[in-house]
């Protein structure tokens, strides 16, 4: 579509490593939107706004007019404040992110107007444990639940599984374990596949969150097994890790959360 308004701005731009970036945007008219934690937000640029030199030049250039639109859930509190705050990586070879990622501070974008989706903690019960899974920014949604109301059930307990390759893509590290220390009932879980390629020896858990689940860490953090009658699942980022998990967890007995069909695994899939 041609002629979209932009209608927001980057207020603040804090880059954690090359291609990864914590995104904080504000509409330029009226309060920031309300939204549930784990909700998603859509954001634009028209196909003509420049690209970060971090990515691959765009093989063809397609309609110069033409509008890019994206899905990227909200990492900041569902609380009244100035800003949404958005955790991205760039995709070297996708429209939209390198566009994002040449974006600095009073950069002007689109917010669409509906903030959606399905992937909260609304229809969890309250005597419920949750685990959250996630790799690379899949790791957003639950910085906005966890920054909404960690306090508000001290008697749940919360885990975050959060895998990535290298220990410089693991986001939000200083605060998660500072929350892991401060909360008794919550645990911090992190884990890298390519542990070689660490400047200094990493000497936490290495492989896939797949391979926490399996290798008893939640066990260690909860003092028993998660079981699908006492812990709901979150599950979010790559489709790859998604499909591992929830054939892992309905082997145990685990079912998918859906519209109409409560279950104990839900699913949010970047891609
Ligand atoms: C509900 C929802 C929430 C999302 N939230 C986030 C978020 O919080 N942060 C975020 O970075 N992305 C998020 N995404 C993904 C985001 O919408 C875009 O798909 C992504 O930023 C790539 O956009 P692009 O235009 O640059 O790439 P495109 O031109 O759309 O290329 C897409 C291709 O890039 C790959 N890809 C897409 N996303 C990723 C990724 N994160 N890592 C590696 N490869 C990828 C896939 O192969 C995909 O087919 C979310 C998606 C959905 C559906």
Redesign the pocket.
């Known amino acids: 579509m041609k002629n979209v308004e932009l209608n927001a701005v980057v207020t603040q731009r804090i880059d954690l490593a090359p291609g990864l970036m914590v995104l904080r945007i504000a509409p330029e008219a009226g309060p920031v939107p309300v939204f549930q934690p784990g909700q998603?937000a859509v954001v634009g640029l028209p196909a003509s706004a420049p690209r970060t030199p971090l990515a691959d030049p765009e093989e063809a250039a397609g309609d110069p007019g033409r509008f890019?639109r994206?899905?990227?859930?909200i990492?900041s509190p569902s609380l009244p404040g100035e800003h949404l705050e958005?955790?991205?990586?760039l995709?070297r070879?996708?429209?939209?992110?390198?566009r994002l990622f040449a974006l600095q501070p009073g950069g002007r974008l689109w917010l669409g107007p509906k903030i959606t989706?399905l992937?909260t903690l609304a229809e969890v019960p309250v005597d419920q444990d949750v685990v959250m899974v996630a790799t690379?920014?899949g790791l957003?949604?639950y910085m906005s639940m966890l920054r909404t109301g960690i306090t508000a059930n001290p008697s749940r307990r919360i885990a975050v599984l959060l895998g990535a390759r290298h220990s410089w893509d693991l986001g939000y590290t200083a605060e998660l374990t500072t929350l892991s220390r401060v909360c008794p009932n919550f645990a911090y879980l992190p884990i890298v596949s390519r542990p070689a390629e660490e400047p200094t020896a990493w000497g936490g858990a290495t492989g896939h969150v797949q391979s926490l689940w399996k290798g008893g860490a939640l066990e260690r953090a909860f003092g028993r097994k998660p079981t699908a009658r006492d812990t709901h699942v979150f599950l979010c980022?790559?489709p790859l890790m998604i499909e591992d998990m929830t054939s892992l967890l309905t082997g145990e007995g685990f079912t998918v959360h859906e519209k109409g069909r409560p279950g104990q695994v839900h699913v949010?899939?970047?891609?």
């Open positions: 998603f890019i994206r899905a990227y859930s990492a958005l955790f991205v990586t995709v070879s996708g429209e939209l992110t390198p989706g992937f690379g920014t957003a949604p980022g790559s949010e899939k970047y891609w």
